[in-house]
């Protein structure tokens, strides 16, 4: 029933009957204000799609307590069942569906939100394709890893389906899965929301990032109705993460060598943390725990000498396995000076398809670039290429001097059109090559959500044309956007191929530590194939484990060989690996086989090293490798007495080893990540160690 | 208000009851986000946010503690609140009316002669009156819900809108100018 402007001025009455002596004068007033009532119609299609929106993300939401109840693994496979069964049906509906006329070409050209169906249509088929290659490679992997003699300290049952082979001297790379759990495209959610907790409803803590700002949209209800286009590719997951064998326990004197490659990549830190920011545990195969480790920087020695970075080592106590140790490998890289680095001839290849038309992708990426532009100095040169439906060069190279149109041309970017991400690669590496500094910072800087679907060349093709580039003195950074439908697996490969690393920015402040703060670092290359390799003593090692690096274990006579790849180690980069020790019991009795006896020397047994660290690396303008060998000392040091940089490190790797459920976890626990990373925040000025310690408190919440 | 939603005594909302909240309460709480921040994409926003806000925190809804609409609403001024916080970095801002004048609001053209010429009066009031004027005249609550939302007595609700009476009829020459 419609209030009448009668029963406000009684109420009025009642409250103070004095108004009744003005009664003309107030009646005013209330009329006035009653007139001055803004109109605000509510948008129908808005209205609508939102309200599919919510109830789709209820049925999304409610199934979790059954997730947690299950081992994850089970619901992997019944997962890819699922996927398999959903994408046959989606598949077989294409076939029989009225529209199939039409061409290739006819789709793109189409408005953009069929040019975005059509991409779904691409990305079911490519999973389709994924999951039945996934589960051929499953058996192969099984078969094999049947037939191999492995050496393993720690036999377990193991849930069938699960390929997890420990053991085998070089890790393979991972299988492209496709994987229960990532999360949904989030419409509103920038700021993250916290629990109504105690007597009062208190809605949407403030928890979000600082500097980063609540969202505005284009129009919602435009993303709205993109997502329920989105919606039904999207029920069995988009995201793509490729599942890597973890590394597990070697004997010493089986394999005395271990050989990886760095890793100075941190984006999986920053996708762990969209995921806990938004609920939710992250998929254990989003977690790279290396990835989690390197997000950090660590007080290690500066460089002093002839080689670019210097390094360090430190024995303590495992914290998970207090009869293991943990040894920290600590890798930095020289720091420059913004002044004394080589001018850049930077590309910005945007990716402006219609995938990219949200607040946290397109506008975040605008932001991010705006920075970095503002970085730029009068010798460094900047071109914009953006590809969509077509590749385009927006913005020829220009000097950094220009600050001004280089932000006029990012600020008019818009998104739309599906994606072919290869020619815009090319494009992009033309016009790097076209603008070559000898002697400078040659670099690509891919910004995508990483859906390549139409592009003419295949996966294998783009690799190849990375690969090739890198060789010409090209290197590729990546930068991942958004959500929902991110291909992490892709944009790492793509990167690591291409001397490059790969960063995913979730918002500004992230854009600010990897491009302003970090930007020496994610663009300035000191040395390129930097290896390890450690040999550890078996008269004081038993078994090892490398945590993490899972996809970059190299065989141990890649080691010299200058012609495999490595990582790139920027300018001020710090890189930590932890390998968990099990100390040797007493003498080794020799290893006899039928052809081959293996005994340990008496000199092990006599020194107090407990292994030899190895490195190699190249400097960015050579093909010759420089290598640097060290012996370690063994040491007993409680974990209390340890570094702070080793408690830290330990801490977030043991975080790691909780969410990426590994089956080498043993005692690890929320509680004392927590309790260790708390006693090593050092001096945290950026607030990021701090910050870790609120997400560990959220993953507790969440997994416990 | 109505008070369509019985959820009994048992805690949290089934996905039917969910539904009759969102139906029932959509257009109630978009335009009282909107006349919070006088800007559609700003309000949709906001509102799909106090939404998915209720969703996420559906099993945790205690009707013991309070009604639905209270709660939404709470939700909803919540966000707006921390909008306007978070993008001005400043605490004194509780929406759009705090703003001043003389920038830019970023409210939609079809409404910025009329939030302009509201501006003069409402920017006088404090944000709780401001609050009770959209919820009571605008909005057209009863007091009891009124109260329960902002976290006051029903008594100090009226006496508050009987205050802003008092105020606004004072500048009534004002506001004559404007409407007239």
Redesign the interface.
């Known amino acids: 029933m419609?209030?009448t402007i009668k029963s406000?001025l009684n109420?009025?009455y009642?409250?103070?009957p004095s108004?009744k002596d003005?009664e003309k004068?107030?009646e005013?007033?209330?009329k006035?204000?009653?007139?001055?009532?803004?109109?605000?119609p509510?948008?129908n299609n808005?209205?609508q799609s939102?309200?599919k929106r919510?109830?789709s993300?209820?049925g999304k939401?409610r199934p979790s307590l059954f997730k947690r109840l299950l081992k994850p693994r089970l619901i992997l496979s019944f997962g890819g069942a699922f996927a398999v069964l959903a994408v046959l049906l989606v598949f077989i509906l294409m076939q029989t569906g009225p529209q199939d006329t039409r061409t290739k070409s006819d789709l793109i050209s189409e408005t953009s939100t069929n040019g975005r169906m059509e991409k779904m249509e691409n990305k079911e088929m490519q999973s389709l394709e994924k999951v039945i290659i996934t589960e051929t490679e499953e058996k192969t992997v099984i078969s094999r890893l049947d037939s191999s003699t492995i050496s393993d300290t720690k036999s377990k049952p193991k849930l069938s389906g699960e390929t997890d082979g420990k053991g085998g001297y070089k890790d393979e790379p991972g299988k492209p899965d496709v994987l229960q759990g990532g999360d949904l495209e989030?419409?509103?959610?920038n700021?993250q929301?916290e629990?109504?907790?105690g007597?009062g409803?208190?809605?949407?803590g403030?928890l979000?990032s600082e500097g980063?700002?609540?969202?505005?949209?284009?129009?919602?209800?435009n993303l709205v109705d993109k997502y329920n286009a989105k919606k039904d590719a999207e029920k069995f997951n988009t995201e793509e993460y490729t599942k890597y064998r973890e590394n597990g326990f070697l004997k010493a004197i089986d394999n005395p060598l271990s050989t990886f490659s760095i890793d100075v990549d941190t984006a999986s830190y920053a996708n762990v943390r969209r995921f806990l920011s938004y609920?939710e545990l992250p998929p254990p195969d989003a977690v790279r725990i290396e990835e989690l480790v390197n997000y950090f920087t660590y007080d290690y020695p500066e460089p002093t000498g002839e080689h670019p970075f210097a390094f360090a080592t430190e024995i303590s106590a495992c914290p998970w396995e207090e009869s293991h140790k943990l040894l920290l490998i600590g890798l930095q890289g020289r720091k420059m000076e913004l002044a004394s680095l080589p001018p850049s001839n930077l590309v910005f290849l945007i990716d402006v398809s219609g995938s990219m038309d949200e607040p946290e992708k397109l506008g975040l990426l605008k932001k991010a670039f705006g920075l970095l532009t503002e970085q730029m100095r009068p010798n460094d040169r900047v071109a914009i290429v953006v590809y969509a439906g077509a590749a385009g060069l927006v913005l020829p190279s220009t000097s950094g001097e220009k600050k001004r149109d280089i932000l006029a041309s990012l600020d008019k970017l818009e998104a739309g059109g599906s994606t072919a991400g290869s020619e815009g690669i090319q494009l992009a590496y033309e016009t790097a090559a076209n603008n070559f500094l000898q002697g400078g910072n040659n670099r690509v800087i891919l910004a995508t959500d990483g859906d390549f679907n139409v592009g003419p060349s295949s996966e294998g093709e783009l690799v190849r044309l990375i690969e090739e580039k890198r060789k010409q003195g090209i290197y590729l950074t990546i930068l991942g956007f958004g959500m929902g439908n991110y291909k992490d697996s892709k944009m790492e490969q793509l990167a690591d191929k291409g001397n490059g690393n790969y960063a995913y920015i979730d918002n500004l402040k992230e854009a600010a530590k990897v491009l302003v703060k970090e930007m020496a670092g994610t663009l300035f290359t000191i040395a390129k194939d930097v290896k390890l390799q450690l040999e550890f003593n078996p008269a004081r090692v038993d078994s090892y484990r490398l945590i993490g690096y899972s996809n970059r274990m190299l065989a141990r006579e890649d080691f010299e060989d200058d012609t495999k790849d490595a990582g790139e180690l920027g300018a001020g980069h710090t890189v930590t690996a932890l390998y968990e020790i099990v100390p040797a019991k007493g003498y080794n009795q020799p290893t006899e086989l039928k052809y081959q006896t293996t005994k340990v020397n008496e000199q092990a047994y006599a020194t107090d090293d407990i292994v030899t660290l190895k490195f190699r690396y190249k400097k960015p303008d050579s093909d010759t490798s420089i290598p640097i060998e060290v012996a370690v000392r063994d040491e007993d040091t409680s974990l209390h007495s340890a570094s702070v940089n080793f408690r830290f490190a330990s801490a977030v790797a043991e975080w790691g080893l909780i969410l990426s459920q590994s089956e080498y976890k043993e005692n690890a626990s929320y509680r004392q990540v927590l309790e260790l990373a708390r006693s090593s925040l050092g001096y945290d000025e950026e607030g990021y160690r701090n910050e870790f310690v609120s997400l560990v408190e959220e993953s507790s919440r969440l997994g416990e | 208000m109505q008070e369509t939603i019985s959820t009994d005594s048992k805690k949290g909302l089934t996905r039917e009851e969910f539904e009759h909240v969102y139906d029932a309460y959509i257009d109630k709480i978009y335009s009282f986000i909107y006349y919070k921040t006088c800007n559609r994409e700003t309000a949709e926003d906001l509102t799909s946010q106090t939404f998915l806000n209720v969703l996420q925190n559906r099993h945790r809804f205690d009707p013991a503690k309070g009604s639905i609409p209270v709660w939404i609403y709470r939700i909803a001024r919540n966000l707006v609140i921390d909008f306007y916080r978070k993008k001005r970095s400043s605490v004194d801002i509780g929406d759009v009316w705090d703003i001043p004048s003389t920038e830019d609001v970023a409210c939609d053209y079809q409404v910025k002669e009329q939030v302009a010429e509201l501006k003069v009066i409402l920017s006088k009031l404090p944000p709780e009156q401001r609050d009770i004027v959209i919820l009571r005249v605008w909005q057209e609550l009863p007091y009891r819900e009124i109260a329960r939302i902002m976290g006051k007595s029903e008594a100090a609700c009226k006496m508050m809108f009987s205050r802003v009476i008092t105020k606004l009829k004072d500048a009534l020459p004002v506001m004559a100018v404007l409407f007239m």
Do not use: H
């Open positions: 419609r209030m406000i109420e009025l009642e409250i103070d108004f003005r004068e107030i005013k007033t209330v006035k204000l009653m007139e001055s009532k803004i109109d605000a509510i948008d808005f209205k939102l309200k919510l109830l993300e209820m939401t989030e419409l509103t959610l700021y929301t629990a109504f907790e007597s409803y208190n809605p949407d403030s979000g980063q700002t609540p969202p505005q949209y284009k129009d919602l209800s609920g």
